[in-house]
């Protein structure tokens, strides 16, 4: 059904798409963003730029918010604060900001799958959804008209192709769009209460779900006639309590596993919970609000309000089930994490990245967490990213001397930031939330480092502010910032609402909740001055400024009271007792409303102009009076003044002893003008007074302003709006009755719905504006843009003040942590207690000494008095000087003695009880007691029944009898007890076991990969187990399928059922009746109904007697009436005169057998009586104990009886009293006239007689009451004679007929057994045919293999055939030696005997020479042996073989004995059956001959021979009336009922032919099924695969080790291929050194060659002239010059010689050569020594000397 509904919503996109393809919205459209977002409202025709402000930085997070953090890449996160959207890069931490279009907030945001798109849901009338391009920031899509107000939730499709919203109140309505196209799909309403959640199925399109206050629904997109609809299915929790859910994921088979409140997990199967999901020991799963947020790895995915993230194992919970009655199903977490501590996790999301572990949470605390859940060893912890304030901001202040900004909230922290850097310098956090911060001013600190701070439990922190790196001491943070404790004190009891420092700087004020104001003197150390109490909760200290005369603190409060008080002087007040201001002068007003007063007037204003306007128009037009009367009758305005009033919200002085007042509720949208009266009383407090003026703010009906401030010029006044606001007012500086607050400059910044405005501040420079509101958002503004800001400042980071000297070695202050700890005056008060009660018990010490001295004189004289004569002593009387001190005396001892009864109570307690106890005993209850009542005028009595008490044993032996006569006619239970079958052993006798995998020895698996390998092995565990279940199921499917012939089982147990129920048709007094099985009766179930009958009569003559009781009651109230009534009836009479009086009626009395109780009632006397006669018949020790307590009570029953009879004989005894009242009441009676007191006496007269035939009425209503139930007792006791004779008669028979039952017993329990000794051998027989068909598959599979061992063409096939077939004789493979073995191994040899005529041929064949087996030549012996192991298996096999089948015929002929000895039982079973049916019919024949009693009236007989009544009426039928028409009517519903069978019968053939035509088709789909399955796999893997299998495949360890250890190998060699690649660049480097080295040596050869040749040439031109001269004078040249030259030449031939060598050695490496010249040179001349150039290397450089020749040389 999913699949056509999704497929349904794609054709209609489709038919739309065709449809609609001229109105398509092209791809490309976009919307401008300027036109767009909201703009700052600006009052028209004003000067008043629209850049006054710009967004500066967002200091907060509404973390409160659902679903408030979004990712949209790797790296930024977007949420909504207040009018914003804030995109948050997390690396850089930069914010970009998108604004509201509506102005009146964001509701909700939502991101496609992809990223590349997210829609922001707005607020206000009619909201738009905004679709934004990502990253480019465009507005792509803007969607209408889908809600009312607000948008609660947005969503997008797996594919983003559809979009849901979800509105909020008040109409809830969920819509589907097509949001390309900007169109609206579907839409319905989701439910009339508050929706957190919709989305899509990942699974199915066309499902969606949605949540919320107390419910869960379920969407489909269903198809009608008219096309696609929404049907939802409302969630129902049944037994389970209904909770609201804030999140929830869907499953891949469409259930649904929500949250709940307490922190269970609800999975839900259709609209009903399945089951509740708990953790083991019934325990929660979370601790608080839990969500489920993903299903990844096979394991779901949760988070909880306790700050914990677990995975829970998602097959056991898609399978999970409950048979208990609470419906939970508990299970054990895989994995958990903690993120931190006081962590409450809101809302996930998941990294963008492909299979990324990492998730971004939101915290309601204020924070936002990275998150890796991957839960390996090498998972990092949890990171916290941002930290914020969490909640409300309830206080907010800003440096006078830089630019430094601090906060607090109720998440017990305060924080300071710097707005100018726009970073965060440092966070605190106290044991107590913050309500209060003020930063003091430079009066008070000089460096701007003081801070004040004050919490909800009354204390107040001041807070140092320095910068750490001035300190002398290295501090372990690197911090910019440090705040330190500097004092603390508590002055309140209750929250602290607002400090402020006096304009000078030395008070500072305190105000709090408790309605009070603390003063304390500003110096180094703060001290107390005191407080004053004011009428209502603080909110607002003001102090008066510079220009007023004096200095005054003004005071507003929450009740509409403000106080002022001038500035306390400590020097002047006295505080020793108490820190209450009592003397301290104020002055009180209380805000009357006039704002019904303002809108009459307004209304009058504008009726008068409307008058005048109609009447210039009549005049005009010529209308008359009359119909112009008519229109005007119109009722104005009524005065409202609310009650209980309106809240005061902010206030400021405007001059001396007048101020501004914004008041919210009711009364907001003016500022009133309002002062002090001048005739300040007491009555000040209580009397409201109204203000004197009032200025109407602009649209702000409804919208108070919640705060104000100036700036330092006053030129601007700042306006914090209730709808989250800011307000710009213009001003003239010297404007304090506002007269030009006119036109505004208005921009919504925070949530409009919760985002109130309670702080606003400007900086010290007045270049920055700071928000806080409710909503937790903090904003700063600057009045310049950035590059102007930049250029203005010329600085990037604000400065925080340095320490100051010695800090780092003051000690720290003593905080106040606990809550409980005493405030200021409450220290005081108990310090001025204890005080007081050291002064008293220092008096009463001083009282008691001095008393003590009194005494010993008063003894002193007292013993004088003593031994004076006794007629000059003193009497005690005389001697008590005040009759007080005996009164205080007698008072003490009063007291003492109410602590003894006090201390006695429980022993008085305990006598009583066993007093009453003796009483239940010995007296009895009250229905063993016959009490009579007997009637005033007549002689009627009605006496109650005598009901003996049972005894105690009756209960237990009637509770018995019901389960014995149970346990009779119950049958005994068939307990099957079906042994196991046997396994089967042939299963591992053959097979072959397959090797153990051995680890790889030096290759260990990564931890990573351990743990997804062992999560791979329990996956295929699970499905292991999984397909084992299925495989069960199936097969028991199978076993209940009916067999093809056979009958419902239904109408086969109704037909047994009316079989057994249906009873002989025939008389009970018919022979051949046969008494139905439930109809049996037994003497255990006679006794039960005898006790049932007795039980009966009890409880009727129970109900009786209370009546008579409560009769009896009656009479006893009438009798005292009566008394009353005489005696007045007697003083009427004795004021009459004797003629007038008449006679007394007669008084009635009650007699002792209406209460014979009184008889053994007992007094204090009588029991004080008895002690006494016990004490004296003590003292008698000769008389025996109980002799003694007899004559003790017959003493004492003589002496009450005298009693009684004195008491009898003076009747009127108590004429004393009587006559005490007739005085009292003498006078009246006296002033009564004579026909007053006869009509009294006739009034009373009457009033006692109809009292008198009252009670006889009721009397007599008793009577025949009692009449009646007599007659039905009598007939109750004729019925228990009946059962008594019926009881008598069973138990004559009732031995036989338990022995036949006993027996009867025996054969349908023996025939139990045999049914399952008869299934056991069955399957045990079935189990054996298995074993020997797997047998006999192994015996072929062993031939087989056989003959693929030989293959094609085998020389030695037939002899090897005849070796594999030939007969052995073998030995068992036990132990030898014994005589049971050897018999074994002849049986087994004997097992051979009957075997094929083929095989007795090979057995022949291989006789003789061929007996002795040996390998042939020329065959393969490896192949001989193989067929020879063959043979080995061949011959198990066959052994084994023939012992199955041997064990089966043992078990086919247990069972043929099974069968008959069953039928011998049946046919005993029958007989037994017989016999006790043959008793039953005695017994009713014995029954029937007894005589029961029937009363009847003549008009209960009926007979229809004759009109007259037959005097033998033995043959006539008695029934009741009712089951004569019972049986008439039955009639008639039987031809109903045969109609209605008639009926079933023929839909019954219909749908069995209906069924077939059925099952044909479904055998048609299964084989279309079955190869459409062919032909997937054979496309997927080319051949059919058992899926089974591939569902159970695990990851091989040897296989995964063989990975690891080639990816080591990898990696060494890697390391071994860069250590090479390091030798190979150092040997290129080195070889690069040489090729140059060997370069420039050949460069210097080349040279030298040069060289060489120019010498030559020289020494050539030389030769020629030398030659020529020495021709002309030979004889005369110098033979030491030829020699030095030819010395020359001769080194320069070796020198040569060297340089050839060193070339060739050069020339190997590929150098190049120049051919050298041998040609000695001739002698020359001598020359100056050449300097030659040489090049040295030192270390891979060459350096370049000068050298001479001769050094060259050497």
Not at 177 to 195: D, F, G, T
Not at 578 to 593: A, V
Request: charged fraction near 30%; hydrophobic fraction near 35%; glycine fraction near 4%.
């Amino acid at each position: 059904m999913d699949k056509h509904v999704s497929q349904e919503v794609k054709e209609l996109q489709d038919e739309k798409e065709i449809d609609e393809t001229q109105t398509l919205l092209p791809v490309d459209m976009r919307y401008s963003y300027e036109d767009l977002y909201s703009k700052p409202f600006i009052t028209p025709e004003s000067d008043i730029p629209e850049n006054l402000l710009f967004l500066s930085h967002s200091f907060g997070y509404d973390c409160g918010r659902r679903a408030n953090l979004q990712l949209l890449d790797d790296r930024t996160l977007v949420f909504i604060a207040g009018q914003l959207l804030i995109l948050l890069d997390v690396c850089t931490k930069q914010q970009k900001y998108l604004r509201s279009s509506s102005g009146c907030g964001i509701g909700s945001i939502g991101v496609s799958q992809r990223k590349e798109y997210f829609v922001v849901g707005e607020k206000g009338r009619k909201p738009i959804l905004t679709v934004y391009k990502y990253p480019s920031l465009q507005a792509y899509r803007i969607l209408r008209q889908g809600t009312e107000r607000a948008f609660s939730s947005v969503n997008f499709n797996s594919d983003g192709s559809l979009l849901a919203s979800l509105g909020s109140a008040p109409d809830y309505m969920l819509t589907v769009w097509n949001w390309r196209q900007e169109e609206v799909m579907l839409r319905c309403k989701a439910i009339s209460q508050e929706v957190y959640k919709v989305s899509f199925s990942p699974y199915n399109p066309g499902l969606l779900t949605s949540s919320g206050s107390g419910h869960i629904k379920f969407w489909k997109m269903a198809s009608t006639f008219t096309g696609l609809k929404l049907e939802g299915l409302i969630g129902h929790f049944g037994k389970t309590a209904a909770t609201d859910i804030e999140g929830y994921i869907e499953l891949p088979d469409g259930k649904v596993v929500s949250g709940s409140n307490w922190g269970n997990l609800l999975l839900w199967d259709g609209n009903a919970i399945k089951v509740e999901l708990c953790s083991k020991g019934g325990q929660c799963c979370h601790a608080g609000v839990v969500q489920p947020f993903a299903l990844e790895d096979g394991q779901l995915m949760t988070f909880g309000a306790d700050g914990m993230i677990r995975g829970w194992d998602f097959e056991t919970i898609d399978a999970a089930d409950s048979s208990s009655e609470n419906n939970k199903f508990e299970m054990e977490a895989i994995n958990e994490m903690t993120v931190g501590r006081h962590v409450s996790i809101f809302s996930v999301v998941k990294s963008s990245q492909p299979d990324s572990t990492v998730w971004f949470a939101q915290d309601t605390n204020g924070a936002i967490w990275k998150v890796d859940l991957s839960f390996t060893y090498t998972t990092p912890d949890p990171e916290c990213l941002f930290s914020f304030h969490a909640g409300a901001i309830n206080g907010l202040d800003v440096s006078k001397k830089s630019h430094l900004m601090a906060t607090t909230a109720l998440d017990r922290s305060v924080r300071v930031f710097d707005f100018l850097a726009k970073t965060e310098l440092t966070c605190n956090r106290f044991t107590q939330g913050g309500t209060a911060l003020h930063w003091a001013p430079p009066t008070v600190n000089q460096t701007g480092s003081l801070l004040v701070t004050g919490f909800e439990d009354g204390v107040v922190r001041l807070l140092e502010l320095y910068d750490p790196s001035g300190l002398q001491i290295v501090t372990r943070h690197n911090l910019e910032a440090q705040l330190r404790l500097k004092q603390a004190f508590k002055p309140h009891n209750a929250p602290i609402t607002t400090v402020a420092y006096e304009c000078n700087g030395a008070i500072l004020a305190t105000g709090s909740s408790d309605c009070t104001v603390f003063f304390f003197t500003v110096e180094e150390k703060y001290e107390p001055i005191g407080f004053v109490s004011v009428p209502g909760p603080v909110q607002v200290l003001e102090w008066s400024p510079h220009s007023h005369q004096d200095n005054n603190l003004l005071i507003l409060c929450l009740s509409g009271h403000v106080v002022e008080v001038p500035c306390p002087d400590p020097k002047t007040l006295q505080t020793a007792k108490s820190y209450q201001l009592l003397e301290l002068p104020r002055r009180t007003f209380r805000f009357k409303s006039i704002k019904s007063r303002i809108r009459r007037e307004e209304e009058i204003a504008r009726r008068q102009a409307f008058k005048e306007k109609r009447k210039k128009e009549r005049e005009k037009n010529k209308i008359t009076d009359e119909e112009e009367e008519e229109e005007e009758e119109e009722e104005l305005p009524r005065i409202y003044i609310p009650d209980p009033p309106c809240p005061l919200y902010c206030g400021f002085y405007s001059k001396p002893g007048q101020f501004w007042l914004s008041m919210g509720g009711y009364d907001s949208g003016f500022l009133y003008h309002c002062k002090f009266s001048k005739n300040q009383d007491e009555n000040s407090e209580k009397c409201p007074v109204e203000p004197f003026d009032f200025l109407a703010i602009q649209n702000a009906d409804g919208d108070p302003i919640r705060s104000v401030t100036f700036s330092s010029n006053r030129h601007l006044m700042f306006c914090g709006m209730h709808s989250g606001s800011i307000r710009v007012y213009p001003l003239d500086p010297d404007d304090h009755a506002l007269t030009s607050m006119q036109p505004y400059w208005e921009l919504s910044i925070h949530d409009s719905n919760y985002g109130h405005l309670r702080h606003i501040c400007c900086s010290y420079d007045d270049q920055f504006v700071l928000t806080a509101g409710d909503d937790g958002n903090i904003f700063s503004f600057s009045l310049l843009s950035d590059e102007e800001l930049q250029k203005e400042l010329r600085k990037k980071k604000a400065k925080v003040p340095s320490p100051r000297v010695g800090l780092e070695n003051e000690v720290l202050a003593k905080d106040i942590d606990d809550p409980a700890a005493y405030s200021i005056e409450t220290a005081k008060q108990k310090q001025e207690k204890d005080r007081r009660r050291r002064e008293a018990d220092k008096k009463i010490m001083t009282k008691r000494k001095r008393l003590a001295v009194l005494q010993s004189k008063f003894k002193i004289l007292l013993n004088d008095n003593l031994n004076l004569p006794e007629h000059i002593q003193l009497t005690p009387t005389e001697l008590i000087l005040d009759q007080r001190f005996e009164e205080q005396a007698e008072n003490e001892k009063i007291r003492r003695l109410n602590e003894v009864q006090h201390q006695m109570s429980w022993q008085e307690e305990h006598s009583h009880l066993s007093l009453t106890k003796l009483q239940d005993w010995f007296i009895g209850s009250s229905e063993s007691k016959v009490v009579t009542v007997f009637a005033i005028r007549t002689d009627h009595r009605v006496s109650t029944y005598y009901i003996p008490s049972l005894p105690s044993t009756r209960l237990q032996q009637q509770s018995g009898s019901i389960h014995s006569g149970i346990d009779e006619t119950a049958l005994a239970e068939c307990q099957k007890s079906i042994d196991h079958p046997e396994k089967d052993s042939s299963e591992t006798d053959e097979e072959d076991v397959p090797p153990t995998p051995v680890s790889r020895a030096g290759v260990q698996v990564a931890d990573r990969q351990v743990e997804r390998l062992q999560k791979a092995a329990e996956k295929a565990e699970q499905a292991r187990a999984k397909i084992a279940k299925r495989k069960q199921e199936w097969d028991k499917l199978y076993a209940e399928k009916p067999h093809k012939d056979c009958e419902d089982p239904r109408d086969v147990q109704a037909i047994f059922e009316a079989e057994e129920s249906i009873g002989d048709l025939k008389l009970k007094t018919d022979k051949n009746f046969t008494v139905p099985k439930h109809l049996r009766m037994s003497a255990n179930r006679k006794k039960v109904e005898m006790i049932n009958l007795e039980d009966n009569i009890r409880e009727k003559q129970t109900e009786m007697n209370r009546e008579i009781l409560a009769l009896r009651d009656f009479k006893l109230l009438l009798l005292s009436k009566l008394g009353a009534q005489a005696k007045q009836f007697q003083r009427i009479q004795n004021h009459l005169p004797s003629k007038l009086r008449c006679c007394p009626p007669h008084a009635p009395t009650i007699r002792l057998e209406e209460v014979p109780e009184k008889s053994l009632q007992c007094t204090r006397a009588i029991l004080e009586r008895y002690r006494v006669l016990k004490e004296k018949r003590s003292k008698d020790v000769e008389l025996e104990d109980q002799e003694s307590r007899m004559s003790v009570v017959d003493d004492l029953e003589k002496e009450i009886e005298l009693l009684e009879k004195m008491e009898n004989e003076s009747g009127t005894s108590p004429e004393e009293p009587v006559k005490e009242e007739e005085e009292l009441n003498e006078e009246e009676l006296q002033n009564m006239k004579q026909d007053a007191l006869l009509d009294m006496r006739d009034f009373l007269l009457e009033q006692m007689n109809s009292l008198v035939e009252q009670f006889d009425k009721e009397h007599l209503m008793c009577l025949e009451k009692v009449q009646m139930l007599d007659w039905k007792l009598k007939l109750g006791n004729l019925r228990q004679l009946t059962l008594y004779q019926e009881l008598l008669l069973l138990k004559e028979v009732d031995k036989s007929e338990m022995i036949l039952q006993d027996k009867l017993d025996k054969r349908l329990k023996e025939e139990d057994n045999l049914k399952s000794e008869q299934e056991k051998f069955r399957k045990a027989l079935e189990l054996k045919r298995k074993d020997i068909a797997k047998r006999q598959e192994k015996e072929k599979s062993n031939t087989a293999a056989f003959h693929a061992l030989l293959g094609d063409d085998n020389n030695f096939e037939e002899y090897l055939t005849k070796v594999y077939k030939k007969k052995i004789k073998r030995v068992k493979k036990k132990e030898q030696g014994s005589e049971e073995e050897d018999e074994d191994s002849n049986d087994d040899f004997d097992d051979y005997e009957n075997w094929d005529d083929d095989d007795d041929d090979d057995w022949d064949a291989l006789d003789g020479d061929g007996a002795v087996e040996e390998c042939p030549q020329g065959c393969d012996p490896k192949l001989y042996d193989d067929v020879l192991e063959l043979r080995e298996r061949r011959l198990d096999l066959e052994e084994l073989l023939a012992e199955e089948k041997k064990n089966a015929e043992q078990l086919e002929k247990e069972c043929d004995a099974l069968v008959k000895k069953m039928k011998s039982v049946k046919i005993s079973l029958k007989a037994a059956e017989d016999d006790l049916e043959e008793v039953n019919r005695e017994k009713q024949q014995k029954m029937n001959q007894l005589d029961v009693v029937v009363p009847l009236r003549l008009h209960q007989i009926e007979i229809d021979m004759s009109g007259q009544v037959p005097s033998d009426l033995s043959s006539a039928l008695v029934l009741t009336r009712m089951e004569l028409q019972r049986l008439q009517e039955r009639v008639d519903e039987l031809e109903v009922e045969k109609l209605q069978q008639t009926e079933v019968y023929r839909q019954a053939r219909q749908q069995h032919i209906r069924l077939i035509k059925e099952r044909k088709d479904m055998s048609n789909e299964i084989q279309s099924l079955e190869k459409l399955c062919h032909q997937l796999m054979m496309t997927r893997f080319g051949r059919e695969v058992d899926m089974e299998v591939l569902q159970t495949l695990c990851v091989n360890k040897t296989v995964a080790e063989m990975k690891q250890e080639k990816i080591l190998r990898d990696i060494a060699n890697a390391k071994d291929i860069q250590q090479w690649d390091r030798k190979v660049e150092r040997a290129r480097e080195t070889l690069m050194g040489m090729t140059r080295s060997n370069s420039e040596r050949l460069i210097c050869l080349n040279s030298l060659f040069e060289q060489k040749k120019e010498l030559e040439l020289k020494l050539y031109s030389r030769q020629k002239k030398i030659g020529k001269h020495l021709q002309a004078c030979s004889r005369r040249a110098d033979r030491g010059q030829i020699w030095s030259l030819q010395e020359l030449v001769r080194k320069q031939s070796e020198q040569i010689e060297r340089l050839s060598k060193e070339i060739t050695s050069l020339g190997t490496t590929g150098g190049h050569m120049l051919p050298t010249g041998h040609a000695h040179l001739p002698p020359l001349p001598p020359r100056s020594t050449p300097r030659v150039h040489k090049r040295t290397r030192i270390r891979g450089k060459f350096k370049l000397e000068d050298t001479t020749e001769s050094e060259t040389n050497d």
